[in-house]
């Protein structure tokens, strides 16, 4: 059975920090790239940053750069976003996603609430 379980998600003043885990389950976690997603209320889901398979390349939205960092452990089959200076307009649902080929999996998502 396919889980992912994502973690770490609170309530943080702006400019504060969280990171996130997403444990992964029931398939060849190395195989697969590594997202994060994010979706405020009332807007699209969108990509915030992704991991290739061996952690040798990244990619983030441009909002986020210099600010949020993708990482992942293979041996313990968890990806990370290590998040800093975070804004009210980072808070939204933070979702794990995990990509091979046609297959896509989702945890359930965890909220990150920027505020004062």
């Known amino acids: 059975q396919v889980q992912l379980v994502e973690s770490g998600g609170g309530l943080v003043q702006p400019g504060g920090s969280l990171r996130l885990s997403c444990a992964a389950s029931?398939?060849?976690?190395?195989?697969?790239?590594m997202r994060w997603y994010r979706q405020a209320p009332g807007k699209e889901r969108e990509l915030v940053a992704a991991?290739?398979?061996?952690?040798?390349?990244?990619n983030y939205e441009d909002s986020v750069k210099g600010r949020f960092t993708i990482s992942r452990d293979n041996a313990k089959n968890t990806v990370y976003l290590q998040m800093n200076s975070l804004k009210p307009e980072d808070t939204a649902v933070y979702y794990c996603?995990?990509?091979?080929?046609?297959?896509?999996?989702w945890g359930q998502g965890t909220q990150v609430t920027v505020s004062s």
């Open positions: 996603n995990a990509h091979f080929g046609v297959h896509d999996y």
């Open positions: 029931g398939f060849t976690f190395s195989m697969y790239a």
């Open positions: 991991i290739t398979r061996t952690g040798g390349s990244t």
